[in-house]
């Protein structure tokens, strides 16, 4: 007979982590992150100093740009390799990355949460073609940061003649995963959390290696009545860490709302959009979705497209999806993003990406730091900071047709319209468009051999993509095409014979 999961604190169940051991841990921005866990693996390691050398395993970015989340984590001797989705959130993490004191690896976010279920089975890894022809591919630098990562744990692999990636099955010995109630048995339900993320593959792939599976919950009942609510078996759970409501708010921008956890048939309100270059942008974006689409629509400039489409009645039009899981209702942003308000479906992330990688987003919607001649782009890196990739190569690389939005510059631009024409009030400090991109997050290259439909929308210019790289196909009334567009870019697009207004 099995022994139930052992009812402890945070502090001695964080204790049962060795050294050197690879510690998953689940969530997306602060909805499901341990919160409680973290914090204690922080202050076990400050007090006596393990344990030490640990690798990091995430899929989604986890933190508040400050102190929660992953920067719990950030301690030289503690870390000593990180393999995650995107670092932005936790730049405590970053810094240490960036000055060359831990391994660092950046991998798309679906891969990494699709791996965990490759590494619970104990199958040789993932061959997928996310990430080729990207920086993530061994062909440039395997996605490792910097000169101390050398392991590689990619590698390119031909089959039925077609180049793919195979990423590497990663053991994991320690899983930290958050729910809402665990019962007497160690069953875990989610009634109360955002997102369902990946806590099923976390702790199957700990338990299949031998490891540790500790989970956070807000209370602990006597049962759970209905057997499909369980998201994780207790024949899984090693530790049950009650919170009871402490460090164990629903994201890192909301205590507690229903909105993230129940369907509703009314229209979510959404406020008001003032003008600006973001509003200029978005509503040229939402004329590229169609009605009866499925959507995803990446956080930043992206988010004006649903406070436009609300405005304009055209928000039941189509379906909006989040990579975490929710489908259907509006994306929430901010420190909530990853949840959604009112979503019609929440099923799990590898699940999500699973459906994303085999085409079925007609359009997403997605921001970019940096584009060059060829359509390339970058989202990983800048102003000295590496964010990385998060979602953003798997929904690029897999949406039938893909809208970049972003402003032509970049840096405290101001724009006005008078008597329905542009004025670029204040010029942006930097250029987007230019000659050489950091990272090439996703190829345009290979997005034109696959077939897809690029454009790039900024608030005075669209382009698209074609064989000959980028062509300016529409500008904005009021706008001087050599003076406010090209003369702004680090390079000379094509120049489309049938240029049109671009509608404002």
């Known amino acids: ?50 344990p030490r050398d640990l690798t990091l395993y995430y899929c989604a970015g986890q933190g508040d ?68 022809n990207t920086f993530i591919d061994p062909a440039m630098s395997g996605g490792r940061l910097n000169t101390r990562t050398t392991e590689p744990l990619v590698e390119r692999i031909e089959l039925d003649g077609k180049t793919w990636l195979r990423y590497k099955p990663v053991p994991i010995h320690a899983g930290l995963i958050r ?22 593959p976390i702790a199957q792939a700990a338990k299949n290696h031998g490891g540790i599976v500790i989970a956070q ?68 974006a939402l ?51 990853g949840c959604s308000h009112f979503p019609e479906a ?29 359509g390339s782009v970058n989202v990983a890196s800048f102003a000295g900071r590496f964010a990385g990739v998060g979602g953003f190569v798997n929904i690029a690389q897999c949406a039938q047709r893909l809208v970049f939005c972003l402003t032509l510059r970049a840096g405290e631009i101001e724009v006005a319209m008078e008597t329905g024409r542009l004025v670029i009030v204040k010029e942006g400090r930097h250029p987007k468009f230019v000659q050489k991109i950091q990272h090439v997050c996703f190829h345009g290259p290979s997005a034109l051999a696959r077939g897809q439909e690029v454009l790039y929308v900024t608030e005075r210019a669209v382009f698209r993509l074609t064989p000959a790289g980028l062509q300016l196909t529409e500008i904005a009334s009021g706008i001087d095409l050599q003076k406010q567009v090209l003369a702004q870019m680090g390079f000379a697009p094509q120049i489309s014979d049938a240029l049109k207004p671009m509608p404002l």
């Open 287 to 337: 004329r590229e979705i169609r009605a009866g689409e499925i959507v995803n629509l990446g956080i930043g400039l992206p988010e004006s497209v649903a406070m436009v489409a609300a405005e304009t009645g055209r928000l039941a039009d189509f379906t909006l999806t989040v990579e975490s899981g929710p489908i259907g209702g509006v994306p929430a942003s901010g420190l909530s993003f």
């Open 346 to 374: 929440i099923i799990d992330q590898p699940s999500q990406f699973d459906f994303y990688d085999g085409g079925g987003l007609d359009v997403a919607v997605l921001g970019a730091v940096e584009v060059d001649a060829e």
């Open 217 to 284: 919950v807000e209370r602990i009942v006597d049962r759970i009545a209905d057997p499909k609510a369980v998201r994780v078996p207790g024949i899984l759970v090693d530790y049950v860490v009650e919170s009871g409501g402490v460090q164990h708010d629903q994201t890192f921008g909301e205590a507690f709302t229903r909105d993230f956890v129940e369907a509703n048939s009314g229209a979510f309100e959404l406020p008001a959009m003032p003008f600006s270059e973001r509003k200029i942008i978005g509503a040229r």
């Open 1 to 50: 007979m099995r022994a139930p999961a052992i009812r402890t604190n945070a502090d001695e169940a964080i204790a049962a982590i060795p050294s050197g051991a690879t510690v998953a841990v689940g969530g997306f921005v602060g909805a499901g992150h341990p919160e409680m866990l973290t914090s204690a693996l922080e202050r076990r390691f400050l007090k006596n100093g393990t």
């Open 179 to 200: 729910a809402t109630c665990a019962d007497a048995r160690g069953n875990l339900s989610m009634e109360n959390e955002g997102l369902i993320s990946e806590v099923l």
């Open 65 to 132: 740009r400050a102190e929660r989340g992953l920067n719990h984590l950030a301690h030289e001797g503690l870390i000593r390799r990180v393999i995650g989705g995107h670092w932005n959130l936790a730049p405590k993490l970053g810094t240490l990355a960036l000055a060359n004191v831990i391994e660092a690896y950046n991998f798309p976010q679906g891969v990494l949460s699709v791996l965990l279920r490759e590494s619970a089975a104990k199958r040789p890894g993932l061959i997928t073609s996310i990430g080729l």
